[in-house]
Every structure is written in structure tokens, then in C-alpha cells.
């Protein structure tokens, strides 16, 4: 039985990182919304925003499905950050972008069993 438990949770691990990947693959293709380029959004630089975002992501995919405490750390400062400004988020900014990379951003968040320091 134990190994049918390791088989699942290696199974839907492998899940969660094919499904980041079609997610990020998408969010590579995007260009980012011109008219939020050196925007701010609830004091947030929205290109810093999504670099830091973008590296975590980059990182998690590189290492196999996790990151490390410094990366982990800025995922959840930026999910927070994320929190903030998509409620304020207008049709000029694209909504759609940003909602893609909160979602990037919580799956891999979720996949990282280690809280945040």
C-alpha cells in the first residue's frame, strides 16, 4: 500500500508540474500588456511584479517542482502583492495576463509544502 501512496503522489505531482508548464508555456508566449509597462498598481511596480513572479516559476520548473527559502520567501510577498492589485485591475490593464500569473503563482506556491519564512 505504501508504494501505491508514493506511485499517487508522484503521479499528481507530475500533474501539477505538466499543468505549470502548459500554464507558463502560455504566459511565455503573452506579451506583456504594453500600457502596464512602468505601471504602478497599489504601489506596485507591476514589471517587477512579474520578474519576480516569472523567476520563481522559471526556478520551480528548473528544480524539479520546488524552490528555495529565498524564492519561496518573494512568491509569497508577490502572491500577496497579487492580492492587492487584481481587484483594482481595469479592462485597459489586462486583467486576463495577470490572472494567468496569479494562478502560476498559487499553483506553485501550493506545490511547495515549506511555509514561507
Known amino acids: 500500500m505504501n508504494s501505491m501512496n508514493s506511485t499517487n503522489a508522484t503521479s499528481g505531482n507530475d500533474e501539477l508540474e505538466a499543468a505549470v508548464s502548459r500554464l507558463w508555456r502560455e504566459h511565455e508566449q503573452a506579451p506583456f500588456p504594453a500600457g502596464l509597462r512602468g505601471a504602478e498598481r497599489a504601489d ?3 514589471v517587477l511584479l512579474d520578474a519576480d513572479i516569472a523567476g520563481c ?3 520551480w520548473l528548473s528544480c ?3 524552490l528555495d527559502d529565498r ?3 518573494v512568491l509569497h510577498r508577490r ?3 497579487l492580492d492587492q492589485i487584481l481587484p483594482v485591475l481595469g479592462a485597459a490593464d489586462n486583467a486576463p495576463y495577470r490572472q494567468r500569473l496569479y494562478r502560476l503563482s498559487r499553483l506553485v506556491s501550493g506545490a511547495d509544502p515549506r511555509p514561507a519564512k
Open 79 to 81: 502572491i500577496t502583492d
Open 71 to 73: 524564492r519561496r520567501s
Open 44 to 46: 506596485i511596480d507591476l
Open 57 to 59: 516559476v522559471s526556478s
Open 64 to 66: 524539479g517542482g520546488s
